[in-house]
């Protein structure tokens, strides 16, 4: 069956310091889609990245970068630097391509606190 | 990225009446979902909007409950109806805008108190 689990709910920590959200996914689908949302308190989400599953290099992206590991089944985010305006909810997703519904299954979340 | 809207931003209404949310796309878009989180909890779907037919409902979610429409390829509305306490949450609209991509897009949300 398919699941996201975003084990940490939340996690607090200082201005500069680097962060790292941790995603665990489980999927029978060889095509799938792993997908990081952020929810800042004004309650949007923001995207921030995509990635399938035939592709695995790492991504960075300024000071976010996201560790893809299919054997592990994980997909983690690291903020390195982290501000203040980093605070959020964020989101971990997986979308199977062969359920043909383009539906998403979300994780429960991991609440970031940075304090300044 | 296309600019997607909702209104109301947020609203407070009364246990029993119902209440209609509009998702607008500047730019047409091949599907388009509805989301509700409630209080502290992760994004749940509650259907797809499809273009000129029915809504397609996830497990736990009725038309009767929660109506949507999307008469064109950049509007849709969902209605929650016979409200509750229990209906208070955020709902999102996302939308995805072609075959070739799985990514979807999340408008801001409506912000829902129920009393």
């Known amino acids: 069956a398919q699941k996201v689990t975003q084990a940490q709910t939340e996690i607090s920590v200082v201005e500069k310091e680097d962060v790292t959200l941790d995603c665990v996914y489980e999927?029978?689908?060889?095509?799938?889609?792993l997908f990081w949302y952020k929810q800042p308190p004004s309650g949007e989400l923001v995207f921030l990245i995509r990635?399938?599953?035939?592709?695995?290099q790492n991504e960075i992206s300024g000071r976010y970068s996201w560790n893809f590991q299919k054997s592990t089944s994980s997909f983690n985010f690291t903020i390195t630097a982290s501000q203040v305006v980093d605070s959020a909810v964020y989101f971990c997703?997986?979308?199977?391509?062969?359920?043909?519904?383009?539906?998403?299954?979300f994780g429960t979340g991991t609440r970031l606190k940075v304090l300044a | 990225s296309a600019v997607i809207s909702q209104k109301p931003s947020r609203d407070i209404c009364q246990r029993g009446t119902s209440l209609t949310i509009q998702c607008q796309v500047d730019?047409?878009?091949?599907?388009m979902f509805w989301y509700r989180q409630q209080p502290g909890q992760s994004l749940t779907l509650i259907a797809t909007?499809?273009?000129?037919?029915?809504?397609?409902?996830e497990s736990g979610f009725v038309i009767d409950k929660f109506p949507i429409s999307r008469p064109n390829l950049t509007f849709s509305t969902l209605t929650v109806s016979n409200m509750s306490p229990e209906d208070s949450s955020i709902y999102l609209c996302?939308?995805?805008?072609?075959?070739?991509?799985?990514?979807?897009?999340f408008g801001p949300g409506t912000r829902l108190t129920v009393l």
């Open positions: 990635r399938n599953s035939f592709d695995e």
């Open positions: 999927t029978r689908d060889t095509t799938y889609y």
């Open positions: 996302s939308v995805r805008y072609g075959l070739e991509t799985d990514t979807q897009y």
């Open positions: 909007a499809n273009q000129g037919s029915e809504a397609t409902y």
């Open positions: 997703a997986l979308s199977e391509a062969s359920s043909g519904t383009y539906k998403y299954i």
């Open positions: 730019s047409q878009v091949t599907m």
